[in-house]
């Protein structure tokens, strides 16, 4: 059997089991357990019961000890306190599920598979075609690719889906801006260049909004060119299709540089929706969902109004006839239920979009395309504030690019990781590569460590800092782990359950055996920052391990050597396996 129920989970259903056997009309009962300092666990579940049922709680403590199984699981239990259980775990059984972990064969560390997961669409990554990318976007990407790691990981199907701006009146401005300055796309270099493609695009973005701004005989032709582009005009569209291409030549550029994969069959914009838009109004409209008002087609709610207290609709058809950015998110659910199977559509997104997300969900839920057995969530995040506490700008009061961003970061880490190469024996190669990983995780890693929904600050100095809740610590754990391995020369990793564990040891082994609990939890909240905050922990074990702890020392007997080589190897895999969830590399040498 591969999967490994952890001890917290064994010693829950033992506990649960005792306490009806104690107490059979007590129904089922919770015990609980919790991590507790006294003791490795304590149960606190008893008192309430004891109370419910109008009984003395100590006394119904006892009881319930008396009736746990006689096994190897427990070394030590006794009631303390009004009725609390306080519960001591055998070295023994924590080694021994530390080695079946270990031992699993799939090498997931002994993490179920959810056995009834299903199918989750989700939306991330969601740039705008013919503009630069801002640190919102970064969000969505770090976060979204953490969430797809994780969920496939726990056994999910995921469906990756890019729903990027690539269709709207801007386009009609931009087409005709290239009819009239044929060549005006065509950037010097190489063609794969992003960062040509995107100042290509920026050039052409702003000259034709000042042509726009400025001359109404060719804002009346861009919005024929609208027109011509929602009407499927062949050699409009051609023209449109130059524009989405040259972006994705960007967008790939920056996430190559956030060392994340995006794949072309994933991209699906706002126009790939453009077929369904014309239905899914007619649908709302003969459901009654929507109704005409002032010439608009609108979906209303009695809990959203406006500062004059009337209801504020969401417009699915303009007055002039047009569809925005609802009907396609209206049309995309429709796709992703109907054609995609999802029952989970998961939309990782500014915050600062809730509202229409709000008006979106609960539109389609009245059309039932959302029901009990299909649920849409939005992952909502917060603002990237700069030091000063605003939002991430530059001093010129611009978004910052986030190729600048990145590469700052990997300047600053590469300065970092040059500082210990020598002792290390780093290559320059090998250099440049770690300093990549380290500040391209450092982004990641305070991106994800703080519950998303909550503004961070962007702060390059405490992000690169080998002190504290960051990835690069976490990074120099893995490694110096490795070096150990690397140094035990023919000392292997080996479990000894018949050896007694130091303090260090058996905390460091508990919450070890907790990362297929936080896993599940994570999965199911959509909350990476608990699986960062576990992992920095285990870092944290792992230090006053170090502390109280010799592994190679030569006073050690071999089969502690090899005990505490298996537990340092074990930490080292799922730091591995945690970070490399969050989308972050842990090199092997740093
Ligand atoms: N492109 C949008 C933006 O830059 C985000 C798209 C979010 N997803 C969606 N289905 N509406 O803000």
């Given at each position: 059997?591969?999967s490994?129920?952890?001890?917290?989970?064994?010693?829950?259903q033992?506990?649960?089991?005792?306490?009806t056997?104690?107490?059979?009309?007590?129904?089922?009962?919770?015990?609980?357990?919790?991590?507790?300092?006294?003791?490795?666990?304590?149960?606190?579940?008893?008192?309430?019961?004891?109370?419910?049922l109008?009984?003395?709680?100590?006394?119904?403590?006892?009881?319930?000890?008396a009736?746990?199984?006689?096994g190897?699981?427990?070394?030590?239990?006794?009631?303390?306190?009004?009725?609390?259980?306080?519960?001591?775990l055998?070295?023994?059984?924590?080694?021994?599920?530390l080695?079946?972990?270990?031992?699993d064969?799939?090498?997931?560390l002994g993490?179920?598979?959810?056995?009834?997961?299903?199918?989750?669409?989700i939306?991330?990554?969601?740039?705008?075609?013919a503009k630069e990318?801002?640190?919102?976007?970064?969000r969505?990407?770090?976060?979204?690719?953490?969430?797809?790691?994780?969920?496939?990981?726990?056994?999910?199907?995921v469906?990756?889906?890019?729903?990027?701006?690539d269709?709207?009146t801007?386009?009609?401005?931009?087409?005709q801006?290239?009819i009239?300055?044929p060549?005006?796309?065509?950037?010097?270099?190489?063609a794969?260049?992003?960062?040509?493609?995107?100042s290509?695009?920026?050039?052409?973005?702003?000259?034709?909004?000042a042509?726009?701004?400025?001359?109404?005989?060719?804002?009346?032709?861009?919005r024929?060119?609208?027109?011509?582009?929602?009407?499927?005009?062949?050699?409009t569209?051609?023209?449109?299709?130059?524009?989405?291409d040259?972006?994705k030549?960007?967008?790939?550029?920056?996430?190559?540089?956030?060392?994340?994969?995006?794949?072309?069959?994933?991209?699906?914009?706002?126009?790939?929706?453009?077929?369904?838009?014309?239905?899914?109004?007619?649908?709302?409209?003969?459901?009654?969902?929507?109704?005409?008002?002032?010439?608009?087609?609108?979906?209303?709610?009695?809990?959203?109004?406006?500062?004059?207290?009337?209801?504020?609709?969401?417009?699915?058809?303009?007055?002039?006839?047009?569809?925005?950015?609802?009907?396609?998110?209206l049309?995309?659910?429709?796709?992703?239920v109907?054609?995609?199977?999802?029952?989970?559509?998961?939309?990782?997104?500014?915050?600062?979009?809730?509202l229409h997300?709000?008006?979106?969900f609960?539109?389609?839920?009245?059309?039932?395309?959302?029901?009990?057995?299909v649920?849409?969530?939005?992952l909502?995040?917060?603002?990237?504030?700069?030091?000063?506490?605003?939002?991430?700008?530059?001093?010129?009061?611009?978004?910052?690019?986030?190729?600048?961003?990145?590469?700052?970061?990997?300047?600053?880490a590469?300065?970092?990781?040059?500082?210990?190469a020598?002792?290390?024996?780093?290559?320059?190669?090998?250099?440049?590569?770690?300093?990549?990983?380290?500040?391209?995780?450092?982004?990641?890693?305070?991106?994800?460590?703080?519950?998303?929904?909550r503004?961070?600050?962007?702060?390059l100095?405490?992000?690169?800092?080998?002190?504290?809740?960051?990835?690069?610590?976490?990074q120099?754990?893995?490694?110096?782990?490795?070096?150990?391995?690397?140094?035990?020369?023919?000392?292997?990793?080996?479990?000894?359950?018949?050896?007694?564990?130091?303090?260090?040891?058996?905390a460091?082994?508990l919450?070890?055996?907790?990362?297929?609990e936080?896993?599940?939890?994570v999965?199911?909240?959509?909350?990476?920052?608990?699986?960062?905050a576990?992992?920095?922990?285990?870092?944290?074990?792992l230090?006053?391990?170090?502390?109280?702890?010799?592994?190679?020392s030569?006073?050690n007997?071999?089969?502690?050597?090899?005990?505490?080589?298996?537990?340092?190897?074990?930490?080292?895999?799922?730091?591995?396996?945690g970070?490399?969830?969050?989308?972050?590399?842990?090199?092997?040498?740093?």
């Open positions: 059997m591969a490994v129920p952890s001890l917290a989970s064994t010693l829950q033992q506990l649960a089991d005792a306490l056997a104690a107490l059979p009309d007590a129904g089922t009962a919770d015990p609980l357990l919790r991590r507790s300092d006294r003791a490795d666990f304590q149960a606190n579940g008893i008192l309430a019961l004891a109370k419910k109008k009984g003395n709680p100590r006394e119904l403590a006892g009881q319930v000890t009736a746990l199984p006689a190897e699981l427990i070394q030590d239990i006794e009631v303390s306190g009004p009725g609390f259980l306080n519960i001591t055998a070295d023994k059984a924590i080694v021994e599920t080695a079946a972990r270990a031992a064969p799939e090498g997931r993490v179920p598979v959810d056995a009834a997961a299903g199918t989750t669409v939306d991330y990554a969601q740039p705008n075609v990318m801002h640190v919102g976007h970064l969505s990407a770090v976060i979204g690719d953490a969430m797809v790691r994780i969920l496939e990981f726990t056994g999910e199907s469906v990756r889906r890019h729903h990027i701006g269709w709207g801007q386009f009609g401005m931009l087409i801006y290239l009239e300055h060549g005006a796309l065509t950037h010097e270099g190489d794969a260049d992003g960062e040509a493609a995107m290509t695009l920026n050039r052409v973005y702003k000259a034709s909004r042509l726009f701004d400025s001359d109404e005989d060719f804002k009346a032709r861009s024929d060119r609208v027109v011509a582009l929602q009407a499927g005009d062949p050699e569209l051609e023209l449109w299709q130059g524009f989405v040259e972006s030549i960007y967008f790939h550029s920056v996430f190559d540089k956030l060392d994340m994969e995006i794949r072309d069959a994933d991209i699906v914009g706002e126009s790939g929706y453009n077929d369904m838009l014309e239905e899914t109004c007619r649908i709302l409209e003969e459901t009654g969902v929507a109704v005409r008002s002032e010439g608009a087609l609108c979906v209303f709610f009695d809990d959203v109004l406006g500062p004059d207290g009337n209801k504020v609709p969401l417009i699915v058809k303009k007055t002039n006839g047009g569809y925005g950015y609802a009907a396609t998110d049309s995309a659910i429709r796709n992703r109907q054609e995609l199977k999802a029952d989970t559509l998961l939309y990782v997104v500014d915050a600062r979009q809730s997300f709000r008006m979106v609960e539109t389609a839920r009245r059309a039932g395309w959302l029901n009990e057995d649920q849409a969530v939005q909502a995040f917060g603002t990237v504030l700069g030091k000063d506490g605003k939002p991430f700008k530059t001093r010129e009061g611009e978004t910052v690019r986030l190729e600048d961003l990145l590469d700052e970061a990997v300047e600053r590469t300065a970092v990781v040059r500082e210990k020598e002792k290390v024996g780093l290559s320059e190669d090998e250099i440049v590569e770690n300093g990549r990983y380290v500040g391209v995780g450092a982004v990641k890693y305070a991106d994800l460590s703080t519950s998303a929904v503004d961070y600050k962007f702060d100095d405490q992000m690169v800092s080998l002190h504290g809740d960051t990835s690069v610590y976490l120099y754990a893995y490694a110096r782990i490795r070096s150990i391995l690397r140094k035990a020369g023919d000392a292997v990793p080996a479990a000894h359950p018949e050896l007694a564990l130091a303090p260090a040891e058996r460091l082994g919450h070890l055996d907790q990362f297929g936080v896993l599940s939890e999965a199911s909240g959509y909350e990476p920052h608990k699986l960062a576990y992992l920095y922990q285990l870092a944290s074990h230090t006053t391990f170090y502390d109280q702890c010799q592994v190679l030569p006073d007997a071999p089969e502690v050597v090899e005990n505490r080589l298996f537990l340092v190897e074990l930490t080292a895999r799922t730091l591995h396996q970070m490399a969830l969050l989308g972050i590399r842990t090199p092997e040498r740093l």
